[in-house]
């Protein structure tokens, strides 16, 4: 599996909204490919995050935001 592929269904992916066979392809895939755990993780914080605000309405690309307010936010607190 490709990394574009992998980051395409990582959402899809945390939900668990994926057909079991691709599920399990993505995780493999994130297993050793440190690019998309990182991906994943920053992800995951980015959900916690947007817990935290109650922000329930997602815009468009989404991810590529949040990733970089993520990174904004670990900076920030370092
Ligand atoms: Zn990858």
Redesign the pocket.
């Known amino acids: 599996m490709e990394?574009q592929l992998?980051m395409n269904y990582l959402s899809e992916y945390m939900d668990k909204g994926l057909h079991p066979d691709l599920l399990q392809d993505i995780a493999e895939?994130i297993k050793e490919?440190p690019?998309?755990e990182e991906r994943l993780t920053l992800l995951n914080l980015a959900e916690e995050f947007f817990t935290t605000l109650e922000e329930v309405d997602l815009p468009e690309g989404y991810s590529e935001r949040v990733e970089k307010l993520i990174r904004q936010a670990l900076e920030n607190r370092e």
């Open positions: 990394c992998v895939h490919c690019n998309c």
